[in-house]
C-alpha cells in the first residue's frame, strides 16, 4: 500500500494503515509513534499507537481538533459524528496536505473538505479585501453549488466567515455586487467563474485553497478547458483538494496535474454504489414503462420518489404526463430557469411533490434524506451515471431503492452498469431480452435528440441521430506549459456520452 494511502469500506469496520500526517489531532490524544493504524466505522473511529498502547475512541467532530467556532454551528446543524471520508480526509487538510477524496455520494465530502478549510480560514482573522476570494469550490451544476454553499453557510453561521454562491442562471450584476465586497469562500460552477473573471468582476490572485468537488462530472461536461483558464488566475503556491465518485483515467491524469505529494484517501471502490441501497432490474419494453412506473408509485403512495430520464424532453412530458394521472410530480433539467429549479427542488424537499422527474443535471445536486425509491426510467449511457443517480437515496444512513427499467435496446447499458458494480442485479420483473429482440428494438433518445410523439418513450423512431454539436464557445484554449496550471498536458474529452458544453453551462 502506498505510503500516504488511507483505504476502507464504507461501511463495517475496518483497519487503514499509514495514517500520517495528523499529529496534531494524535497529540492531543496522547498517542505517540511514527506507525500508527486507524479503524473506523459509521460514527467512530479508533486509533491505536505503534505498540498499542493506547486506544481512543473518535466519536465527535471536536475529537478531530476543529474550532469551537465551527462546533457551534455543527450542534446547531444536528452533526453529532463525523463518516468514514471525514475521519480520513480532516486531519490531513488541516494539516494543509492536498487531498485526493475517492467516495460515492451520501457519505459527507462536503463536509470532509469544508470544515478543515473553513477551521483554516477562521485563524486568518481579518475580513477580505474588495474582490478578493481567499478559496474556491468548483462544482459542475447549479444544484451541487447550492448545497454546498447552504451546507458551508449553516457551518459559519456565529463567525465572521463569508460564503458566496455564483451560478449561471442568476443575475451577474447581483453577484458582482456580492464579489465587490470580498469572500472567504467562493462556490461556483466554471462557466459563470469565467464570466466573471473576463469582467474583472474579482480576483484570485490571494486564493490559497482549491476544492474540485466532483472533479469527474465537471470532465463528463466537457469543462477541462474552463479547468485549465481558471488555473492560470490561481497562484502556484496553494492547497488543492480534488474529490470524486469514480475513478477513470482522465481524473488521474487530472490528479498528477493538479496535486503536489498528495494523500489519497478512499471509502469506497470507486463506482460502487452504498450497500443500503436494495437494486433490482425489472425488463420492459420502452412502450410500457410509463404504466410499469404508475405501478411502482402507486405501490408506494406517500413515498417520495426519484425518477431519471436520458432527455430533457422526455422527462418533462413524462412529469405532464405524471401529472394528467393525479400524481404530485415536477422536473428539473437543462431546459429549466434557475428559478424554475430551485423551486421545484424545494416544493420537493418540502414535501410538496412526491415525484421528481430529472435528467442526470440533478444526479449529483439532490440531498434530500425523504427519497426512498430512485426509478431509472431510461438507462444511462455512462455507467457511472447509474451510481450517482441512486446515490440520491438512502442519505444520512437510511435505506433506499432503486430499479432500473431495461428495454430491449438498454441491454448493452445494462451489462456495462453490472460490468462496473462487478455483479448482476436481481431481477425484479420480465426476463432479459434475447437477441432478436434486441436487434428489432429501436434505439432509445439521446440528450439533445426529441423523444418519439407517440407517447412517452415509445412509438416509432423519428430516425434523427443524437446531435452531437457542442453548445456555445469552448472555454478559452487549451493552455500549454503553464507552470501550475490545472491542465498543462493537454487532455481528450471523456468517455463516450460525454459532451463538451463551452460557456454554456447548462447545469
Request: with cysteine.
Amino acid at each position: 500500500m502506498p505510503r500516504e494511502h488511507v483505504n476502507g469500506p464504507d461501511t463495517g469496520s475496518h483497519r487503514t494503515q499509514g495514517f500520517r500526517g495528523a499529529d496534531g489531532v494524535f497529540a492531543r490524544a496522547g498517542i505517540r509513534g511514527a506507525r500508527r493504524s486507524l479503524i473506523a466505522a459509521p460514527g467512530w473511529c479508533l486509533v491505536r499507537d505503534r505498540a498499542g498502547r493506547k486506544d481512543i475512541i473518535m466519536t465527535t467532530f471536536a475529537d478531530l481538533g476543529l474550532s469551537p467556532k465551527l462546533m457551534v454551528g455543527l450542534d446547531k446543524a444536528g452533526y453529532v459524528t463525523p463518516t468514514p471520508i471525514q475521519v480520513q480526509a480532516i486531519p490531513y487538510i488541516m494539516k494543509g496536505r492536498d487531498i485526493m477524496g475517492l467516495a460515492q455520494t451520501g457519505t459527507g465530502k462536503t463536509a470532509a473538505f469544508g470544515l478543515p478549510l473553513l477551521h483554516r480560514l477562521l485563524d486568518i482573522g481579518h475580513p477580505p479585501a474588495p474582490r478578493t476570494v481567499r478559496s474556491l469550490i468548483l462544482a459542475p451544476t447549479r444544484e451541487l453549488v447550492a448545497q454546498i454553499s447552504d451546507n458551508l453557510t449553516n457551518y459559519t453561521k456565529g463567525t465572521p466567515v463569508k460564503v458566496v454562491m455564483i451560478t449561471g442562471g442568476a443575475s451577474i450584476f447581483r453577484q458582482s455586487e456580492k464579489l465587490a465586497r470580498g469572500a472567504d469562500v467562493l462556490v461556483a460552477t466554471p462557466g459563470r467563474l469565467i464570466d466573471l473573471l473576463d469582467r474583472k468582476a474579482l480576483t484570485l490572485e490571494a486564493c490559497g485553497y482549491l476544492v474540485l468537488d466532483e472533479a469527474d462530472q465537471m470532465l463528463d461536461m466537457g469543462f477541462i478547458h474552463a479547468l485549465r483558464k481558471i488555473a492560470q488566475y490561481i497562484p502556484l503556491k496553494r492547497q488543492t483538494m480534488l474529490f470524486s465518485a469514480t475513478m477513470p483515467k482522465l481524473i488521474e491524469d487530472l490528479a498528477g496535474t493538479y496535486l503536489r505529494d498528495p494523500v489519497k484517501v478512499q471509502v469506497a471502490p470507486p463506482g460502487k454504489p452504498i450497500e443500503k441501497i436494495v437494486q433490482s432490474v425489472h425488463y420492459t419494453p420502452q412502450g410500457d414503462k410509463a404504466r410499469l412506473l404508475e405501478t411502482y408509485l402507486k405501490d408506494h403512495v406517500g413515498e417520495q420518489a426519484l425518477v431519471f430520464g436520458r432527455t430533457k424532453h422526455g422527462s418533462e412530458k413524462l412529469m405532464k404526463l405524471l401529472v394528467s394521472w393525479g400524481f404530485k410530480a415536477g422536473s428539473i433539467h437543462g431546459n429549466k430557469s434557475q428559478n424554475q429549479r430551485d423551486r421545484t427542488l424545494t416544493e420537493f424537499r418540502n414535501g410538496e411533490l412526491d415525484v421528481l422527474v430529472a435528467t442526470d443535471v440533478a444526479a449529483r445536486g439532490i440531498d434530500i434524506p425523504g427519497v426512498r425509491h430512485v426509478y431509472n426510467y431510461d438507462l444511462p449511457n455512462v455507467p457511472e451515471n447509474y451510481v450517482h443517480r441512486i446515490g440520491r437515496t438512502a442519505r444520512a444512513g437510511a435505506d433506499g431503492r432503486a430499479v432500473a427499467f431495461c428495454a430491449p435496446a438498454e441491454m448493452g447499458e445494462l451489462k456495462d452498469i453490472e460490468k462496473l458494480l462487478k455483479t448482476t442485479l436481481p431481477i425484479i420483473g420480465g426476463a432479459p431480452w434475447g437477441l432478436a429482440d434486441i436487434k428489432a428494438a429501436p434505439k432509445p433518445p439521446q440528450r439533445g435528440q426529441r423523444p418519439q410523439k407517440a407517447g412517452v418513450g415509445h412509438g416509432k423512431p423519428q430516425g434523427r441521430k443524437p446531435q452531437g454539436k457542442p453548445q456555445g464557445k469552448p472555454q478559452g484554449k487549451p493552455m500549454r506549459g503553464v507552470e501550475g496550471g490545472l491542465g498543462a498536458p493537454k487532455m481528450a474529452s471523456h468517455k463516450r456520452g460525454a459532451r463538451p458544453q463551452g460557456r454554456t453551462n447548462v447545469a
